[in-house]
T-cell receptor, first 117, second 115 residues
């Protein structure tokens, strides 16, 4: 079965702190895709990153970085020097062909990040 | 516009009434998805379209829910005889190519409140 676990329900940090959001996935497929989305208070999900299972290189985009480790089935997301505008719910998602008929991505339950000034 | 749009933004209705929610996907995107998000919860998959056919309706919670899509364009989600538990944000997303490989881009959602 396919599953995405975001064990951290809520995280609170003070501005400028670094914070890591955990994502652990389960799938038997060797080909799959992982995604992170941000949902700010306005409600619209914003795409952050897409990574396929054959690319284990870590990625950095400004203050954001992602650590993909197949050995531990994890795709963790780190925000460096957090800012108040980073306050949002962050969702990790898994896309795999095992979902027949192309069923939509499997989402984790989300991690609510609160950054205070 | 360049993104996914949804209308109405907000809808308040009385229990028992029918509602229709609309989604305009990104131009050229063949795949379209509907999700439901209850307050403080994650995303619940409802239905997926490839073109105007729906190969996966497994997430529709009851026969009160239905959806259709015109070609590779607009989709409508209809909820008949609404119940209070239908209150949620209904999110639409679209993508190109093979659904599970491609990035889904989301609209702003329709906030439905059933009184």
């Amino acid at each position: 079965a396919q599953k995405v676990t975001q064990a951290q329900t809520e995280i609170s940090v003070v501005e400028k702190e670094d914070v890591t959001l955990d994502c652990v996935y389960e799938t038997r497929d060797t080909t799959y895709y992982l995604f992170w989305y941000k949902q700010p208070p306005s409600g619209e999900l914003v795409f952050l990153i897409r990574r396929n299972s054959f690319d284990e290189q870590n990625e950095i985009s400004g203050r954001y970085s992602w650590n993909f480790q197949k050995s531990t089935s994890s795709f963790n997301f780190t925000i460096t020097a957090s800012q108040v505008v980073d306050s949002a719910v962050y969702f990790c998602a898994l896309g795999t062909a095992a979902n027949q008929a192309g069923t939509a991505l499997i989402f984790g339950k989300g991690t609510t990040l609160s950054v205070s000034s | 516009g360049a993104g996914v749009s949804q209308s109405p933004s907000n809808k308040v209705t009385e229990k028992g009434k029918d509602v229709e929610l609309r989604c305009d996907p990104i131009s050229g995107h063949t795949a379209l998805y509907w999700y439901r998000q209850r307050l403080g919860q994650g995303l619940e998959f409802l239905i997926y379209f490839q073109g105007n056919s729906a190969p996966d309706k497994s997430g529709l919670p009851s026969d009160r829910f239905s959806a259709e899509r015109t070609g590779e364009s607009v989709s409508t989600l209809t909820i008949q005889r609404t119940q209070q538990e239908d209150s949620a944000v209904y999110l639409c997303a679209s993508s190109s190519g093979t659904p599970w490989r491609e990035t889904q881009y989301f609209g702003p959602g329709t906030r439905l409140l059933v009184l």
